[in-house]
């Protein structure tokens, strides 16, 4: 019996040969991408439509028509293909959103007929085009994603999603609309009847509209977190590192066994980094299609028993009671099922995790990693890492499943720890001093952690502490001698630092933009600068705040990067004008907290910053070994 998965929900394909059956409401057309593991697909020529329908291992149907059939050969796709998408589109001319007809059904056979999984895209409205479902390599094994992502910008949209160019994505869905032909003849297949399906929460149209590629940088829960960094290309010089030893073949039956940095990659820094991404992702769709389907038993249990109530005959025969006794039955047979399919998946991810966590970089580690303790991390690297760590992730259905929160670098955009009261129950329930303190801690341990991943002359660090109310937590940086110099203190502290960086990323712009960034002043220093920023605003006047402001947006391009430790509510003062500051930052909080979302189906996960065990000297001993190795660079 197939499988009927619900948006998020996967399920393991037992064939390499299948076929993918359309039936929808209307004429539709029907397209596939193969993509990375990230589902990027390489190019226009990673899509295949009625147009140019020839891809490796994959079939694809012509023309518009209310029915489709793929034929997918995964043994036939490249090896650099990790996803095959199945999407969806409505042609010129037609209903013009999937809200307007009935809803499309997709089903997964072999290549005998026997069904392996089908899914129902329902909760469509404006959108015009769809990502049905998506074939996907784990581990070494294939398994089915009902995705149901529509995009209400239509295959431009989708595309641009998908990683093309705005404007490569506009000619490709162009190209594809015009080549559409009259309707073909329907496929012999009989249409699967269109059953109650779970009705996701999460919107079906979360990218709808956006020209660009989806996940933007963390922010809030007003935000979504981004695990995209460069692209580390291969050289003709420069092999790519072996590939991890794969694990012993499972017994028949039971899911394979996880390898650490079995994902893709050039090196074992960026197949971890991809592996946390896939971890991450899987977790979420994993969750969503459990929610979704425990939301549709409540909903079905409260029509069955609104029946029941409406029913003359219940209410007169006595018999109301059986009929919600009923109700609730299914109701509970229906959870119990999804939370068994929840179950086994958050098992397979725990069993990941366990192998992926120890064998992480410095950069990705936990404090309390041995690799923080001597060992690999006993030199600074030679290179700069991809991510920089900055906490975990969980979700309330699993809490001790925690997915490493990686931030890209460089730098992108600010950090700004809220030492406030406001944000969580976690910190309404701390002690304000307490809090504050948390705070600055976990500010200097992620300063620390960049200064120790990366090469000894790659940052140097200036620090603003107005009323000097953060020197406890910064006497580690301040003793092990890496500061640019002593903390600023008082309003001409901060004037004098403020002025100094925000003349540096003048110089740096205007010789960028003449071409000639070797010709900066010789007393420009080369290096990244981190300014960190303790008990914003005490010492500020309008023009240091005007002045932060410019260092938040200008800076990080020209490799100014800056971390604040601050309350919003008592930088409320200034009004709107600092909005667009507290924007521009990533907001994490010293306690756990839940207000960050993912990409995909926007969960509210729970943040839970990473700090050194209680009494630990690593932090002392990764700033030793920074010291160090400064000292030896120097002339």
Do not use: C
Not at 216 to 226: F, G, K, L
Not at 281 to 305: G, P
């Amino acid at each position: 019996m197939a499988a009927e998965l619900v948006r998020g929900q996967n399920h393991a394909l037992s064939e390499r040969r299948v076929r993918i059956t359309v039936s929808a409401g209307t004429a539709v057309l029907a397209l596939a991408s193969l993509g990375d593991e990230r589902g990027a697909v390489t190019g226009p020529e990673g899509i295949a439509h009625p147009g140019a329908s020839d891809l490796p291992g994959v079939e694809v149907p012509g023309g518009s028509a209310d029915r489709h059939r793929f034929a997918v050969d995964l043994d036939a796709v490249a090896d650099e293909v990790h996803r095959v998408g199945v999407l969806l589109s409505l042609p010129p001319g037609g209903p013009g959103r999937f809200g307007a007809v009935a809803a499309s059904h997709v089903a997964v056979t072999d290549m005998d007929g026997t069904g392996l999984a089908e899914y129902t895209l329902t909760g469509l409205e404006g959108e015009s085009a769809v990502v049905a479902l998506e074939l996907y390599r784990r581990q070494g094994a294939w398994k089915v994603r009902a995705v149901g992502q529509g995009y209400a910008g239509g295959l431009a949209a989708l595309f641009a999603d998908q990683g093309l160019t705005a404007t490569a994505a506009a000619g490709l869905a162009a190209r594809v609309h015009a080549s559409v032909a009259a309707p073909v003849a329907p496929d012999p297949v009989p249409v699967a009847p269109d059953p109650a399906t779970p009705v996701t929460p999460v919107s079906g149209t979360p990218y709808a509209g956006t020209p660009g590629p989806a996940p933007t940088p963390v922010a809030s829960a007003d935000s979504t977190i981004s695990y995209s960094h460069p692209r580390r290309r291969p050289t003709a010089t420069e092999p790519p590192e072996p590939a991890p030893r794969s694990a012993p073949a499972p017994e028949p039956g039971q899911p394979p066994r996880p390898v650490a940095g079995d994902a893709s990659g050039w090196s074992m820094e960026e197949r971890l980094y991809n592996q946390v991404w896939g971890m991450f992702e899987d977790l979420a769709r994993t969750v969503a299609a459990y929610r979704s389907a425990v939301e549709f038993a409540d909903n079905r249990m409260d029509r069955e028993l609104d029946e029941a109530l409406s029913d003359p005959r219940h209410r007169l025969g006595g018999s109301g009671n059986a009929a919600r006794d009923t109700a609730r039955a299914r109701r509970e047979e229906l959870v119990a099922q999804a939370r068994a399919v929840l179950d086994r998946d958050l098992a397979q991810l725990v069993a990941e995790s366990e192998v992926v966590e120890p064998a992480l970089p410095a950069a990705y580690a936990r404090w309390d990693n041995p690799v923080w303790h001597g060992g690999r991390s006993a030199a600074l690297p030679e290179e700069s890492p991809l991510a920089l760590r900055l906490g975990d992730l969980y979700l309330p259905e699993r809490p001790d499943l925690r997915v490493p929160m990686l931030m890209k670098l460089p730098l992108e955009r600010g950090l700004w720890i809220d030492n406030g009261r406001t944000g969580s129950e976690a910190a309404m329930a701390m002690d304000t001093d307490r809090l504050r303190r948390a705070a600055m801690d976990m500010a200097v341990a992620h300063a620390v952690r960049l200064l120790a991943v990366h090469p000894a002359d790659r940052f140097t660090v200036h620090v603003i502490d107005a009323a000097g109310a953060g020197a406890a937590s910064l006497a580690p940086l301040v003793r092990a001698g890496v500061l640019a110099g002593p903390p600023a203190a008082g309003a001409a502290g901060v004037t004098d630092t403020l002025a100094r960086l925000t003349k540096r990323v003048d110089l740096v712009q205007m010789a960028l933009r003449a071409g000639a960034p070797e010709d900066l002043p010789p007393d420009v220093d080369t290096a990244d600068q981190l300014l960190l920023v303790h008990d914003f605003p005490h010492g500020f006047d309008d023009r240091a705040v005007t002045q932060l402001r410019y260092l938040a947006d200008e800076g990080p391009p020209v490799g100014v990067h800056l971390l604040m430790v601050a309350d919003r509510d008592e930088a409320s003062a200034y009004g709107p004008l600092l909005d667009p500051l507290w924007r521009s930052l990533m907001r994490l909080s010293p306690v756990p907290d839940n207000h960050l979302a993912d990409p995909w189906v926007h969960h509210a996960w729970t943040f839970a910053p990473d700090l050194p065990p209680q009494g630990s000297r690593v932090l002392d001993q990764a700033l030793d070994r920074v010291a160090e190795a400064r000292r030896r660079a120097r002339p």
